[in-house]
């Protein structure tokens, strides 16, 4: 399904999609897409409003921190994790999130 276009989310930006009736943090760490859950895993925060360095999302509510790409918790020593799915970019730059 078709979320957004590249120009909506240039390196070093993150915004929120929505595709089918799930919401994903939309991040592009220079050039390359990773989508992940919108809801932070701590207290559901919208990470897709949260603020993105390098590959490393925090989430606006309490500051927890995502690898977006890999999904893990930045914190040394936990395994804690936001769920990933795969981004395709078609066309003439749309892309793509499937629809769980």
């Known amino acids: 399904m078709t979320v957004a276009r590249l120009s909506t989310v240039p390196p070093g930006t993150v915004i929120q ?3 089918g009736e799930r919401w994903y943090a939309l991040a592009n760490v220079d050039g390359v897409l990773h989508a992940v859950d919108n809801n932070c895993p701590h207290n559901g925060g919208p990470l897709g409003k949260g603020t993105l360095i390098g590959r ?3 989430c606006p509510w309490h500051g927890w921190c995502w690898d977006v790409t890999s999904g893990r918790n930045c ?3 936990t395994d804690w994790r936001v769920s990933r799915v795969p981004v395709r970019v078609v066309g003439d730059g749309e892309i793509q999130l499937p629809v769980l």
């Open 17 to 19: 999609v929505l595709a």
């Open 56 to 58: 490393e999302l925090t």
């Open 75 to 77: 914190w040394p020593g």
